[in-house]
């Protein structure tokens, strides 16, 4: 029996509903900055603590958008605010990992392990779910990341896909020649890589037989060019084409502004902006089973640099939208910005802990009872943010 025909003949073609839940993570790379992501316009510490880089309070001006009288998005997020006055998008300021780390590489290693210690360090916090819940007909696409590579937060998985590019996985005019077979012939049982190259090969078929470059957006949807929007809608692309995706992990770089920060994050703003409305908009009913998470491995400092830009910080600014959120809302406690509510003197402090919210998304969106057990060392708080609604 070929390698094909046995994956179609147990069902790893297509999930066995296309109801089942979906959650798309997206990784903001380099460290967004929180504070000019979402403005406290109402502190005026904000104001003493960036006299360059502050954006002005909405009143009175066209750069920033009144969220609810004390934050406001700037206009570059404009396609945010629409989702947050529809009741699609929460905002959870003053969040993250309390890891204390400043290197880029570490902090990502940590938030993507779902841990506050690099002794504690082994799996991804994804790879820790799928490995707990793994079946032996899991769809070959469950956990896939649109990238060149499988991200950290996967690692342990079964079977993980990195598709860079759905036009170019695959073997191009070669595939479903005697090649392929060939290969298939070539990676048997017994070979080193064999699972990793029979995966590899019946991802192709499936992929070639669902042709889910073929699915246009719909409804209008218009993806920006750009990083995020053509992964996001290879994300679409792929949920549409029922391919039994759970997970699907996505990066987005550029986010480490330490000079002319106001000459650059307004781009970067508008490209994430743009494109979650754009995802929002193309699936229009299937939003009912996708979540959305976008996260980044620590936020800036509070003060400016003698740059115009922001260094290494602490809490970051977290986005949740689509099915299960409780959107239209700020989540969380705000710390404030004076001096004595400073993390180590000159951060922004966490009071959210990202894990209450990963915590509250693999159990209520993806039914995992047991997720608190996959964030080792961490005890969840008497009260944390509601973000996601109850099952």
């Known amino acids: 029996m070929s390698l094909t025909r046995h994956h179609l003949l147990h069902g790893r073609w297509k999930s066995d509903s296309d109801q089942a839940p979906v959650l798309i993570c997206i990784f903001q790379r380099g460290a967004a900055d929180a504070l000019n992501s979402l403005v406290p316009y109402q502190d005026d510490d904000y104001y003493h603590a960036r006299p360059t880089l502050a954006l002005p309070a909405p009143q009175g001006s066209s750069q920033t958008l009144d969220v609810d009288g004390f934050f406001a998005l700037p206009q570059a997020s404009a396609g945010l605010k629409t989702l947050y006055d529809q009741g699609h998008l929460a905002l959870i300021p003053a969040c993250g990992l309390p890891h204390g780390s400043r290197s880029h590489f570490d902090a990502q290693t940590l938030v993507e392990s779902g841990v ?43 079977d993980p896909l990195a598709v860079s590019s759905l036009g170019d996985f695959g073997l191009g005019e070669l595939g479903g020649s005697p090649y392929q077979d060939l290969l298939s012939e070539l990676y048997g049982s017994n070979t080193p890589y064999n699972q990793e190259a029979q995966s590899a090969l019946g991802a192709m078929d499936v992929l070639a037989m669902a042709q889910p470059e073929q699915f246009l957006p719909d409804n209008g949807a218009d993806y920006p060019a750009g990083e995020l929007g053509g992964k996001l809608l290879q994300a679409a692309q792929i949920i549409k084409a029922n391919m039994g995706a759970e997970i699907l992990c996505l990066d987005v770089g550029g986010w480490d502004h330490h000079e002319n920060q106001a000459n650059f994050l307004p781009g970067s703003l508008q490209g994430l902006a743009d494109s979650l409305l754009a995802l929002h908009t193309d699936l229009g009913t299937r939003m009912q089973r996708v979540t959305v998470l976008v996260m980044t491995e620590f936020g800036r400092r509070v003060a400016e640099n003698g740059s115009r830009g922001t260094d290494h910080g602490s809490a970051g600014l977290v986005y949740a939208l689509g099915a299960g959120v409780q ?65």
């Open 116 to 158: 506050t210690d690099k002794t504690q360090v082994d799996l991804g916090w994804l790879g820790r779910y799928l490995q707990a819940t793994a079946s032996p007909h899991d769809a070959l696409f469950r956990a896939t990341a649109i990238s060149g590579s499988v991200p950290r937060a996967l690692l342990g998985a079964p």
């Open 327 to 391: 959107g239209g809302q700020i989540h969380g406690r705000w710390p404030g910005l004076s001096a004595a509510n400073l993390q180590d003197g000159e951060d922004l402090a966490i009071t959210t802990d990202l894990r209450s919210l990963l915590v509250q998304t693999l159990s209520r969106r993806l039914g995992f009872a047991n997720a608190l057990s996959l964030f080792p060392g961490f005890t969840e708080p008497a009260q944390p943010p509601q973000v996601i609604a109850p099952s």
